[in-house]
Structures are given as structure tokens and as C-alpha cells.
Antibody, heavy 120, light 108 residues
């Protein structure tokens, strides 16, 4: 069955970076774009960007363009999200989500989420 | 950027009753709209896509309607497991993909 398993909670200082992983199984990793969405405590969902695991091509939300890097490792079927220059308002749960594919862009499977806390 | 506005923010409903949730887009999104359900401590779950197509395993009591800028998610008879937060998401004009602020369905 399709599974997206994310790495555990992280705590970072302001100005530091964090890298979250999303290990997949149960489907062809290179066949589906992977997106990242975050959710601040008690808030809604915010799209960050996507990666094409086949080519490594990426597209980032303008808000995060200079701070986020999406990468993948096809041998381990894992996607990564790295966010740099962390601020206190980056405290959120970060999700990876599999895009259904084709011309439609919504998400049929999600990781369990990774809480990133930014605190001095 | 397409702004998605959901109303009401909170909906108090008794089990067995009908719940009607609204989602409005700031510009035309055709039927390129999805609905998700999120329970505390869990990831969102896809309910509806294409504005009205139920995702796999989603019960028939969930239905979606609308097109253009106005959309509705209806839960015909609320079950205990349906109390959650519901989000709409447009995928017609992106990046960025945008979500509504959510509607919390709580027990009355």
C-alpha cells in the first residue's frame, strides 16, 4: 500500500536550517510529483512547492523561493525539504503529499507530518 | 493568487443532521477544486476532487457541488467520525496552490 513516512520532530535555533525527509513505498516514486505543505499551529494549510522525482525539477511558492530547497534520492525513494534561515513563525507541521498526477493537482496521500519548532 | 474563503469558520451540528460548508474563490477556478478532512493530530484526507467526485473509500454521505467561484460540501447525516476541520483547495490557477482557511464542524 502507498505510504509516505516522514522524519521525526525537529528543534532549531532562529537562523538555522532544517531538513525533513519523506520516505515512500508502495508506488513508483518517479511517477508522481511530490509536494510540501505546512501548517502553523491552529492555522490552515500553506503550499510550499513541488519536486518531480524523475527529473529533480522543482517549483517553489514565491514566499519560500529563497529559503526552501526540495530534493530527492531515487535510490531510497525519499523526498527532502530543507528550509533555511528559520524564523519563529516557521514553527509548523510540515507535510509531504503525493500529487494525483496528470493535469490535476491535488493530493491523494500525505505523510504523517513533521513538527518543526524554532526557538532560541 | 487565488484566495479561497470558507464559511462559516465553525459549524455546530448535531449527529444525524445535515452540514453544509461553503468555499468561495476570488476568481474563476472552474471545477478544479478539492475538499479535505483533517482530524486533530492527523494529516488531511482527500474527500472530493473535481468539485463533485468522491475520492476512493469516501462514504456517499459526502457530496460536493459548485463551479466557477462558489462551492459547497454537504455531509448529509453527520456521524461521530465526521467532526473535524474541512479545507477546500483550488488547482485551477497556480502556482501557488491555495487552500481555504477551513471550517471546523463541531458537535452541537
Amino acid at each position: 500500500q502507498v505510504q509516505l513516512v516522514q522524519s521525526g520532530a525537529e528543534v532549531r535555533r532562529p537562523g538555522a536550517s532544517v531538513k525533513v525527509s519523506c520516505k515512500t513505498s508502495g508506488f513508483m516514486f518517479t511517477g508522481y510529483y511530490m509536494h510540501w505543505v505546512r501548517q502553523a499551529p491552529g492555522q490552515g494549510l500553506e503550499w510550499m512547492g513541488w519536486i518531480d522525482p524523475n527529473s529533480g525539477g522543482t517549483n517553489y511558492a514565491r514566499k519560500f523561493q529563497d529559503r526552501v530547497t526540495l530534493t530527492r534520492e531515487t535510490s531510497t525513494r525519499t523526498a527532502y525539504m530543507e528550509l533555511s534561515r528559520l524564523r519563529s513563525d516557521d514553527r509548523a507541521v510540515y507535510y509531504c503529499a503525493r500529487e494525483v498526477g496528470g493535469t490535476v493537482v491535488f493530493f491523494d496521500y500525505w505523510g504523517q507530518g513533521t513538527l518543526v519548532t524554532v526557538s532560541s | 493568487e487565488v484566495v479561497m474563503t470558507q464559511s462559516p469558520a465553525t459549524l455546530s451540528v448535531s449527529p444525524g443532521e445535515r452540514a453544509t460548508l461553503s468555499c468561495r474563490a476570488s476568481q474563476f477556478v472552474s471545477t478544479n477544486l478539492a475538499w479535505y478532512q483533517q482530524k486533530p493530530g492527523q494529516a488531511p484526507r482527500l474527500l472530493i476532487y473535481g468539485a463533485s467526485t468522491r475520492a476512493t473509500t469516501i462514504p456517499a454521505r459526502f457530496s460536493g457541488s459548485g463551479s466557477g467561484t462558489e462551492f459547497t460540501l454537504t455531509i448529509s447525516s453527520l456521524q461521530s467520525e465526521d467532526f473535524a476541520v474541512y479545507y477546500c483547495q483550488q488547482y485551477n490557477d497556480w502556482p501557488p496552490l491555495t487552500f481555504g482557511g477551513g471550517t471546523k464542524v463541531e458537535i452541537k
